[in-house]
C-alpha cells in the first residue's frame, strides 16, 4: 500500500467522451439535444435551485426512461462503450505510471458499463473504480407509460428551458410510472456521491486525509475537489469548466495527460508543499528541463512531456486565483472544446 492516493474523473482526466451523451445520440432520434438540454436541466438543479437529495450527474437517471422507449439494453451499452473510447493522450502511460506510485481509483459518474469497457482499454484494475450502477435491462414501461414518455420528449424538445414543464415531467408524472421505483434506487456517483466514494476509499486503504490529489473536470466534480482542498490534499482541475474551477486549487489546461503525470510524479516523492514551489518555479519561465532536473521527475515522464511539448506551447499549471480566474477560465474551457468537441466541452 502507498502513502497517498490518486483519485481521478474519467472524461475529461482520462477521456474525451461523455458515454451518456454519445450513447443518446447514437440510439435515440434527437438524441444529442435531449441529452444537453437535460444535463443543462440538472445543472439548474444543482447550481441555482440547490434541489434537496438531487446530485449532480443525475442527468443519467432522468435520461433512462428514453432509453426504455429506444428498447435500449445492457449488450447495447456494452458493446457501444467498448467501440467508442477516445483517451486524452498520454492518459494510458499515467494510469500505468500511478499503479506503481500511488494507490489509485477512477471515480465516475459514467455508467458501469463504460467503466468496465474503459477499464479493460487502458489496463487498469476494474476493482479501483466506482461508477454509476444500471441495469437496463430492469427497466420496463407498458404501451401507455411509452406513449406519455414519447409525449415528454416533444415536449422537452419543443421547450427546452420550460423547468416547470420538466419539473412536472420528472417529479409529477414519471413518480407514477412504476420504472420509477427502480429509477430512484439507482444511485448515481456525481458531486455528493463522487464524495461518499472518497470516503469509501479511505476507510478501505486506511489513507490520511490530507494525502489525497484528486483530479476533475466539471460541475460533478465539486463536492470531491472541495474535500481534498479543504483537507490540505491536492485539487487539480483538468482542462475545467467553471464548476471545477471555482473550488480547486490547481488548474492545469493541457491536451496530453502528461501534464498531470508530472504533478504526481513531485507529489508521490515529496509532499504538496514541494508541488506549489514547484508551479510556482514553472511560471517563472526558467529552464524548464532543469526545473525537471531539480525536481527528479522520472525520466520516463521528462522523455514523454518534452516530446509532446516544446518551449514556445508549454501546457499551464498555475495556481487559481481572482486575478487569474477568468483567463484560466477562457483558456481551460477553450482547451476542452478543442479536444472533446463543443457538444461534450459544453455539458456541466
Same mark, same amino acid.
Not at 15 to 21: K, M, P
Not at 73 to 87: A, G, V
Given at each position: #500500500?502507498?502513502?497517498?492516493?490518486?483519485?481521478?474523473?474519467?472524461?475529461? @482526466?482520462?477521456?474525451?467522451?461523455?458515454?451518456?451523451?454519445?450513447?443518446?445520440?447514437?440510439?435515440?432520434?434527437?438524441?444529442?439535444?435531449?441529452?444537453?438540454?437535460?444535463?443543462?436541466?440538472?445543472?439548474?438543479?444543482?447550481?441555482?435551485?440547490?434541489?434537496?437529495?438531487?446530485?449532480?450527474?443525475?442527468?443519467?437517471?432522468?435520461?433512462?426512461?428514453?432509453?426504455?422507449?429506444?428498447?435500449?439494453?445492457?449488450?447495447?451499452?456494452?458493446?457501444?462503450?467498448?467501440?467508442?473510447?477516445?483517451?486524452?493522450?498520454?492518459?494510458?502511460?499515467?494510469?500505468?505510471?500511478?499503479?506503481?506510485? #500511488?494507490?489509485?481509483?477512477?471515480?465516475?459518474?459514467?455508467?458501469?458499463?463504460?467503466?468496465?469497457?474503459?477499464?479493460?482499454? #487502458?489496463?487498469?484494475?476494474?476493482?479501483?473504480?466506482?461508477?454509476t450502477d444500471v441495469d437496463v435491462d430492469g427497466l420496463h414501461l407498458n404501451d401507455e407509460e411509452l406513449a406519455k414518455i414519447a409525449e415528454f420528449k416533444k415536449q422537452i424538445?419543443?421547450? @427546452?428551458?420550460?423547468?416547470?414543464?420538466?419539473?412536472?415531467?420528472?417529479?409529477?408524472?414519471?413518480?407514477?410510472?412504476? &420504472?420509477?421505483?427502480?429509477?430512484?434506487?439507482?444511485?448515481?456517483?456525481?458531486?455528493?456521491?463522487?464524495?461518499?466514494?472518497?470516503?469509501?476509499?479511505?476507510?478501505?486503504?486506511?489513507?490520511?486525509?490530507?494525502?489525497?490529489?484528486?483530479?476533475?473536470?466539471?460541475?460533478?466534480?465539486?463536492? @470531491?475537489?472541495?474535500?481534498?482542498?479543504?483537507?490540505?490534499?491536492?485539487?487539480?482541475?483538468?482542462?475545467?469548466?467553471?464548476?471545477?474551477?471555482?473550488?480547486?486549487?490547481?488548474?492545469?489546461?493541457?491536451?496530453?495527460?502528461?501534464?498531470?503525470a508530472v504533478i504526481a510524479d513531485i507529489y508521490s516523492n515529496y509532499d504538496k508543499s514541494k508541488v506549489l514551489k514547484f508551479i510556482e518555479e514553472y511560471n517563472l519561465q526558467?529552464?524548464?528541463?532543469?526545473?525537471?532536473?531539480?525536481?527528479?521527475?522520472?525520466?520516463?515522464?521528462?522523455?514523454?512531456?518534452?516530446?509532446?511539448?516544446?518551449?514556445?506551447?508549454?501546457?499551464?499549471?498555475?495556481?487559481?486565483?481572482?486575478?487569474?480566474?477568468?483567463?484560466?477560465?477562457?483558456?481551460?474551457?477553450?482547451?476542452?472544446?478543442? &479536444?472533446?468537441?463543443?457538444?461534450?466541452?459544453?455539458?456541466?
Open positions: #500500500m502507498f502513502e497517498k492516493s490518486f483519485i481521478t474523473d474519467c472524461e475529461g @482526466p482520462l477521456t474525451l467522451n461523455d458515454n451518456a451523451f454519445e450513447l443518446c445520440a447514437h440510439f435515440i432520434e434527437n438524441g444529442d439535444e435531449l441529452f444537453k438540454t437535460l444535463s443543462l436541466y440538472d445543472d439548474y438543479l444543482v447550481d441555482v435551485v440547490k434541489k434537496e437529495g438531487y446530485k449532480a450527474g443525475n442527468t443519467l437517471k432522468l435520461i433512462l426512461p428514453f432509453f426504455v422507449l429506444e428498447n435500449l439494453k445492457n449488450d447495447d451499452l456494452i458493446s457501444f462503450s467498448q467501440n467508442n473510447i477516445c483517451s486524452v493522450r498520454d492518459s494510458k502511460f499515467l494510469l500505468k505510471y500511478l499503479k506503481e506510485s #500511488m494507490n489509485t481509483y477512477i471515480v465516475s459518474t459514467s455508467y458501469g458499463q463504460y467503466i468496465e469497457a474503459l477499464s479493460n482499454y #487502458m489496463e487498469f484494475p476494474f476493482e479501483n473504480t466506482y461508477f424538445l419543443e421547450s @427546452p428551458e420550460d423547468y416547470e414543464l420538466f419539473d412536472n415531467i420528472f417529479f409529477v408524472e414519471i413518480p407514477k410510472m412504476s &420504472i420509477y421505483e427502480k429509477i430512484k434506487q439507482i444511485d448515481v456517483v456525481g458531486g455528493l456521491g463522487k464524495k461518499l466514494a472518497i470516503d469509501d476509499i479511505i476507510e478501505k486503504d486506511s489513507i490520511d486525509v490530507n494525502q489525497i490529489l484528486y483530479i476533475g473536470d466539471s460541475i460533478t466534480d465539486v463536492e @470531491p475537489l472541495q474535500f481534498a482542498r479543504e483537507n490540505d490534499g491536492i485539487s487539480i482541475s483538468f482542462n475545467g469548466n467553471e464548476y471545477p474551477l471555482k473550488v480547486a486549487e490547481i488548474a492545469i489546461v493541457s491536451p496530453s495527460a502528461i501534464t498531470t526558467i529552464n524548464i528541463e532543469e526545473l525537471f532536473e531539480k525536481y527528479s521527475i522520472c525520466q520516463d515522464i521528462c522523455e514523454k512531456f518534452f516530446e509532446v511539448f516544446d518551449d514556445e506551447k508549454y501546457p499551464i499549471i498555475k495556481l487559481i486565483d481572482e486575478e487569474n480566474y477568468e483567463k484560466i477560465l477562457k483558456e481551460s474551457v477553450s482547451m476542452r472544446n478543442n &479536444i472533446r468537441g463543443e457538444d461534450i466541452g459544453g455539458l456541466g
